[in-house]
């Protein structure tokens, strides 16, 4: 049996259960299939909001996507709920949402 083939029969059983949907997020963004490990681990985290890795998975994800303002909503609740998320992806997704008047908006500076 396949790790799909398992977690699917996992979610036949339990299909509310955020672990298993976690799970399929991490499957999935191993297979390069990105747009499905967002909805899972969005999926998990509908479910159960205090998943920190799914908040810190999603972090990363979107910040390679660009998407700064997304990954930071998740790095924050990442941190809060006490993820190690790397100090230098918080300083950087900060800076690029940073404006001098101390409000946020997107940067697309590399």
């Not at 999935?28 to 205090?50: C, G, M, V």
Request: charge should be negative; charged fraction near 25%; proline fraction near 5%.
């Amino acid at each position: 049996m396949t790790g799909e083939q398992y977690l699917q029969t996992a979610l036949t059983i339990e299909p509310d259960n955020p672990t298993t949907h976690y799970n399929f997020g991490v499957l999935y963004y191993e297979a390069r299939a990105e747009d499905r490990a967002e909805a899972a681990w969005k999926r998990a985290i509908a479910l159960n909001d205090s998943l920190a890795d799914a908040h810190h998975n999603l972090t990363y994800l979107l910040y390679s996507r660009k998407e700064y303002h997304e990954a930071w909503k998740y790095c924050q609740k990442a941190l809060a709920l006490g993820a190690a998320v790397a100090p230098e992806l918080v300083n950087e997704i900060h800076r690029r949402l940073e404006v001098p008047d101390g409000s946020f908006e997107q940067r697309d500076t590399p």
